[in-house]
């Protein structure tokens, strides 16, 4: 009877521990969601920031970050997509795929700030982007490329081998198995893994601090050899830089929900489509 | 045919030549770093990065001795992984074992969620709230310290542990939990004395992911620890982070000075730090699931 009471306390400890934190969560999403939307307005959201910060709005900060998130795209989906293409498709067992598997590995732990150094070192000053949409872009790619092989390469792995196999059989080749009969099913998967690593690099600070940011330009960039105002970067110098930084707390509120709405957003996005495919395909 | 074989040929090249970029951004992270650190070796000499003052601007003389910068970095690190490891394996083990299939459909997801917050939104929350919070309990003068730097990290530690865990503590095999419970366990003698430290490669493997992203966090830390640069073991002091030193003295650093080079210097300490965790944790999964 003893016994009893005391798994049950066990229990208990072990429950209340867990929703602590899913307590917290709600309580930092709350917080940021409720004080934020007092700071939303239309102003806010379609204004260049005055005053350093102070008045106006975030417009351009917005449009910053949406570029950096596409060139973002549009350098590491590819990439990534036909590396796990390589490893799932094609490689042997052997020591170049562990070569290349280690360095997967090494690259998912490299912390953000030495990205935003090797950025800098590489794109920046030696092959002389200077600080641009252009090397933000190719260092968040980096960052987020091991989480585009990893995530395209557990698509391609529910395709079922008898597909591969029946197309092989009737004398297709290699690229028209992959082509016909797994890319059309492993397709969606990858790019709801690819989406998720996305929401990651819009949230970024540390690499777009050394590649790409500046806290205000007065007009938006023309080229992708532009620099950029981004939310992250916008919320952390509002929130630390600013010499009246209790002041502008709603316009450091306002920043932080629409920068988690969107990195949510994105993610939202990606896993509405997982659910959409999910249904489709049983095998 | 000669057309089509050819034409495999290509995309296979390709399809390898993309995969190879992996590795040769790794090499590239290693060469760039380098390049910009080393001439740091020559003058003012390595030995300088060993001292214990980090006082890269000074009319008098100016020292880069990154150890106030690694025992911050380190003190930060071992609070928050203090933390998160027990609460995050307590999580993990009861979303696996514990909790009913809806509870844990609705938990590891919305946990994972917290993974998904930016971190200069955590830095955020943590300068607001937490920050006054630390300062009123420990009736400080200032609530930027250690102490709060490591409370957030061990937040955003905690989803990759859970996650991680749970996975570990889930592939234990059915048949060790039911012949303990056949030689009469109670179900949490089971999840305590069999499941657990079944999984435990696993959960050690997780610690040290959670660890390494810990040490290599830059946003959060930089706008909650204070940033003074200062060897103490006390978590009520301000400390700098090898990161937040990066982070907030690059921008206006001069162009290839020694400062900047000794901030790249820290760098490379950063990576080798996080590279020799990741490496730890792999063997040990790798280990794990192959047994």
Not at chain 1, 6 to 11: A, F, L, Q, R, T
Not at chain 1, 52 to 74: D, E, N, R
Not at chain 2, 264 to 281: D, E, P, Q
């Amino acid at each position: 009877m003893k016994k009893k009471s005391y798994e049950k306390i066990v229990y208990a400890a072990m429950r209340f521990t867990t929703y602590l934190i899913i307590l917290i969560i709600a309580y930092i999403i709350i917080e940021i969601v409720w004080n934020g939307a007092a700071a939303l307005s239309v102003e806010f959201l379609t204004d260049s920031p005055k005053q350093s910060g102070a008045a106006g709005g975030i417009f351009p900060a917005i449009i910053g970050t949406l570029y950096l998130v596409t060139g973002t795209i549009c350098i590491a989906l590819p990439l990534g997509m036909a590396s796990a293409l390589y490893l799932s498709e094609y490689a042997a067992v052997g020591r170049l795929t562990n070569t290349i598997r280690l360095a997967i590995i090494t690259l998912a732990g490299v912390p953000s700030i030495v990205f935003g150094l090797f950025g800098l070192g590489l794109f920046v000053i030696f092959l002389n982007f200077g600080t641009s949409i252009l090397a933000g872009s190719l260092t968040l790619a980096c960052l987020i490329l091991p989480t585009i092989i990893v995530s395209s390469e557990e698509a391609l792995r529910t395709v079922p081998q008898s597909l591969r196999e029946g197309s092989l059989a009737l004398g297709a080749t290699k690229w028209q198995t992959i082509y016909k009969n797994v890319l059309p099913y492993s397709v969606p998967g990858m790019i709801t893994g690819s989406i998720l690593g996305v929401g990651r690099a819009a949230g970024e600070t540390a690499p777009i601090l050394l590649t790409a940011a500046a806290f205000f330009l007065p007009k938006l960039p023309n080229s992708i050899f532009d620099p950029v105002m981004a939310l992250p970067y916008h919320l952390y110098v509002l929130a630390t830089q600013h010499p009246d930084a209790a002041k502008v707390r709603p316009m450091q509120y306002g920043t932080a929900l629409v920068l988690l709405l969107m990195v949510l957003g994105i993610n939202l996005v990606a896993i509405l489509i997982r659910r959409h495919f999910r249904k489709r395909y049983r095998w | 045919m000669k057309i089509i074989v050819t034409k495999e040929k290509a995309i296979k090249l390709i399809m390898l030549i993309a995969a190879s970029t992996s590795v040769f951004i790794v090499l590239l992270i290693f060469l760039f770093l380098g390049k910009e650190a080393a001439p740091f070796i020559i003058k003012p000499g390595l030995s300088e990065l060993l001292g214990a003052r980090w006082v890269p601007v000074s009319f008098q003389k100016e020292s880069f001795g990154i150890l106030p910068l690694l025992t911050g970095s380190l003190l930060v690190t071992a609070i928050a992984t203090l933390i998160a490891v027990p609460v995050g394996v307590c999580g993990a083990v009861y979303i696996s074992e514990v909790a009913g299939s809806g509870e844990r459909n609705f938990l590891k997801p919305f946990i994972e969620l917290l993974a998904g917050i930016p971190s200069v939104v955590i830095g955020f929350f943590g300068l607001t709230v937490l920050a006054p919070v630390v300062k009123a309990v420990f009736g400080l003068q200032t609530g930027l310290n250690a102490l709060t730097g490591a409370l957030l990290l061990a937040l955003m530690a905690i989803p990759t542990i859970v996650s991680i865990s749970e996975d570990a503590v889930r592939s234990v095999p059915k048949s060790y939990k039911e012949a303990s419970l056949a030689l009469g366990a109670s179900r949490l003698e089971t999840i305590l004395r069999v499941t657990t430290p079944a999984a435990l490669p696993g959960v050690l493997a997780a610690s040290m992911l959670g660890m390494g992203r810990v040490i290599g966090e830059t946003m959060a830390v930089m706008m909650v620890t204070g940033n003074a640069a200062q060897i103490t073991a006390s978590p009520l002091d301000s400390v700098r982070t090898m990161t937040a030193t990066i982070a907030a003295e690059m921008g206006e650093v001069a162009f290839r000075s020694d400062h900047y080079r000794a901030l790249f210097s820290v760098g490379i300490v950063l990576l080798l730090l996080t590279f020799t965790f990741n490496i730890i944790a792999q063997k040990v999964l790798k280990k794990h699931n192959g047994a």
